[in-house]
């Protein structure tokens, strides 16, 4: 969770994390090329000077703000994966009303298109990659597609919700960063995801369809546990 200025959680950080949480709220809000050292020394309540202490540059600091809210990320699906958290619902909410400001900042820094962005996807893709391969060894039939393309695309639909959160907002009623739109958003994905919008049978006719010849897909045979564990060795 970032601490605002002037709480008791704000005075309690160190120089270094407080220039850092303020990055954060300054790269979401304005992005990396708007922001400046001093506005983002001045909510951290430190000199310009001791922001270059810290971290050198203003990009080595947009690095430890990547770094930060990846590492935020990758603590909660670990736990969630690992079921940690899917046995206590409450925890689960809670956990994930505290990763709002990193998912925020991680849409912000993917629109910038910059370098940083694609190492930060390329990072979220991986990591989803990952749990899909394990979620695969359960499934009864095997995948279509590899896990890297359905890791992509798992990506880039849930960070869709955060960078398009004012239109989402407006849809739902709420905003979706507050307790009310969170939880007006969380049981629309609960209602999406445990529930398929088609059937297997379905599936396999469309598939049918992109095989056949002229649909520029090829044909294309399932793909197994053991060709995506070999892309990972």
Not at 29 to 34: L, S
Not at 121 to 138: C, G, H, K, P, Y
């Amino acid at each position: 969770m970032l601490a605002e200025r002037g709480g008791a959680a704000f005075e309690d950080l160190t120089a270094r994390a407080r220039i850092r949480d303020a990055a954060l709220r300054y790269f979401t809000e304005y992005g990396f090329t708007q922001a400046t050292i001093r506005e983002i020394a001045r909510a951290a309540g430190v000199s310009p000077g001791l922001v270059r202490h810290h971290f050198g540059s203003k990009e080595a600091l947009r690095q430890a703000c990547d770094a930060y809210a990846l590492e935020a990320l990758h603590g909660f699906y670990d736990q969630t994966l690992n079921g940690d958290r899917l046995s206590h619902p409450r925890s689960t909410m809670d956990a994930r009303h505290t990763l709002h400001p990193f998912q925020r900042y991680l849409a912000r820094a993917l629109i910038d298109e910059s370098e940083a962005a694609a190492r930060i996807f390329d990072d979220l893709v991986a990591m989803t990659e990952r749990s899909l391969i394990q979620a695969d060894r359960q499934r009864p039939d095997p995948p279509i597609a590899d896990a890297a393309s359905r890791a992509a695309l798992m990506v880039a639909m849930a960070l869709g919700i955060p960078t398009f959160h004012q239109h989402i907002s407006r849809a739902v009623g709420a905003d979706i960063f507050s307790d009310e739109g969170d939880r007006r958003v969380a049981l629309a994905l609960l209602d999406v995801h445990s529930h398929s919008v088609i059937s297997p049978e379905t599936a396999a006719s469309l598939r049918d369809g992109l095989d056949e010849p002229g649909s520029g897909s090829g044909n294309r045979a399932p793909f197994t546990h053991s060709q995506e564990e070999h892309r990972h060795e």
